[in-house]
């Protein structure tokens, strides 16, 4: 994802965007990749989770599959992490709600989700972009 993203995107002489898997890491480690892919970088952090209702139910009903949410934002006081969720699971046959759009989840639960994922394939999930 890193080299299409380079590709495709006008970073010039920007830091261009790279991986990292958050298999090994802890959720402090988490937020200070987000911090420095928005406020360094000056680009969105996007993880690479599996969809687990443990993890993102205040608004997901129904285990998915992976996919990537772009991350926008965090709060260092509140210990929070904002990003869109871009998959709504109300379009498809899980009888799900409608689940697309901005969402601000605690770090330690985005972080729990994130070691999840990477649990289930590692090398694979579990991965943020930076």
Same mark, same amino acid.
């Given at each position: 994802m890193p080299a299409v993203?380079?590709?495709?995107? @006008?970073?010039g002489d =920007?830091?261009?965007?790279?991986?990292? @898997?958050?298999?090994? =890491?802890s959720a402090n480690d988490y937020l200070a990749y987000v911090r420095e892919a928005i406020y360094t970088n000056?680009?969105?952090?996007?993880?690479q989770v599996k969809l687990y209702k443990a993890f993102f139910f205040p608004y997901v009903r129904v285990n998915h599959g992976g996919?990537?949410?772009?991350?926008?934002?965090?709060?260092?006081?509140a210990r929070t992490v904002i990003f869109t969720e871009v998959y709504d699971e109300a379009t498809y046959t899980s009888g799900g709600a409608h689940t697309g759009g901005p969402k601000e989840l605690p770090v330690t639960l985005v972080f729990a989700a994130n070691q999840a994922s990477y649990n289930a394939m590692p090398g694979v999930f579990g991965r943020l972009v930076i």
């Open positions: 993203l380079n590709y495709y995107t @006008s970073r =920007s830091t261009p965007y790279t991986d990292i @898997s958050t298999g090994a =890491s000056n680009h969105p952090a996007i993880q996919h990537f949410q772009p991350v926008n934002g965090y709060d260092t006081v």
